[in-house]
């Protein structure tokens, strides 16, 4: 397998939709039972998915062709707000969430934007 992790805007015939979700199910799956309301990941489906990166630019980083990490930034007047970072599990500790993180950075100097919005719910302490 490639040691080395590529990360790209997703193109407009994108059709790894299922791997997607599925990879956020398992990046948010820790956050079961800690947050109150649950994730708003739950409610992700292919089709909204689709939805989403029709409304918003998706990225995804690749580690030997298998997707292992994703992230979703809508554009807004002033900045850009990121949603749906999600790194798989097992691939955490190695940087994939900062390479998301530039990648979302670049697009927003590229565009002009002078900030990038990103929340975390306030149980997540760790993040």
């Not at 739950?42 to 994703?70: M, P, S, W, Y």
């Not at 707000?81 to 993180?101: C, N, S, T, W």
Request: charge should be negative; include cysteine.
């Amino acid at each position: 397998m490639d040691s080395l992790v590529s990360v790209a805007q997703l193109p407009a015939d994108f059709d790894r939709w299922d791997e997607v979700l599925a990879l956020i199910m398992r990046a948010f799956a820790a956050m079961d039972g800690v947050i109150d309301p649950p994730s708003s990941a739950h409610r992700l489906t292919v089709e909204n998915l689709r939805d989403k990166d029709r409304q918003e630019t998706g990225f995804a980083a690749l580690k030997g062709g298998r997707i292992v990490g994703c992230v979703f930034v809508l554009e807004r007047a002033n900045d850009f707000y990121v949603g749906k970072l999600a790194v798989e599990p097992d691939f955490r500790g190695q940087g994939i969430a900062r390479r998301l993180m530039q990648a979302v950075e670049d697009l927003a100097r590229n565009r002009g934007k002078p900030a990038v919005e990103l929340q975390t719910r306030i149980e997540l302490t760790g993040n």
